[in-house]
């Protein structure tokens, strides 16, 4: 079951320092309780994605528990002199994963950490990302995807006839197009060619059935 841990970013340059950092624009908290966010490296991957909400001193970002250490040092490379904490809270948590791949939501763990780009993960279907808050880490490589359209591969929605694992390859013709995402039993996430996603497809010789997304 995915394991999730928060990260809390306190001080006073907190908003700046993570409107310089994530894919959506903090100040919506100004107005909205939750917003969803991802971190992105250079080349415009996303190393780590979940909700965003603010605290008295700071927000709290909600990412994978297995790579929020990870997570906290590289952030804290970035901080230079920015008055600002970074840091681990104690509590993790667990959420049913047939939750989140029903509603589409990317779960990125460490095995899927900068592999996919935001709009494979349709994280601009989902609100995570402001296209014209300014720039941040990896910003003009989504930019660029999103005004030249150039969106050729999205996570779909798929059940298969026996349960399959995260990392597996999907198939299509007997040629490699695609990566199962995330699994709930016989339910996943896999990150295919949008012209591809009504095909035969398969993983490991296990077909998949195409489901719908609400926001697809």
Partial sequence: MPAFA??????????????????????????????????????????????????????EFRIAADMADDVVRRLTMFRFRAKLDIAVADATESIDPA???????A???????????????????VGAISFDKGCYTGQEVVARTHYKG???????RFSSEQ???????VSCEGRDVGEVLNVAGNDLLAVVPTDKG???????????????????
């Fill in 150 to 156: 150039a969106t050729k591969r999205r996570a779909l």
């Fill in 107 to 125: 779960f990125i763990g460490r095995d899927q950490s900068e592999k996919f780009t935001p709009h494979m993960l349709n994280l601009d279907l």
């Fill in 198 to 216: 009504d095909e035969a497809l398969s993983v490991n010789g296990v077909a998949l059935k195409r489901l719908p997304l609400a926001y697809l």
């Fill in 99 to 105: 939750l989140l791949i029903e509603s589409g939501q």
């Fill in 6 to 59: 928060t990260i809390r970013i306190t001080g006073p340059d907190a908003a700046t320092f993570l409107q310089g950092q994530l894919t959506n624009d903090v100040r919506h908290l100004d107005t909205e309780s939750e917003i969803l966010a991802a971190w992105c490296n250079p080349k415009g991957r996303v190393i780590c994605f979940g909700p965003l909400h603010r605290i008295d001193d700071g927000y």
């Fill in 163 to 169: 349960p399959v694992s995260p990392g597996d390859k």
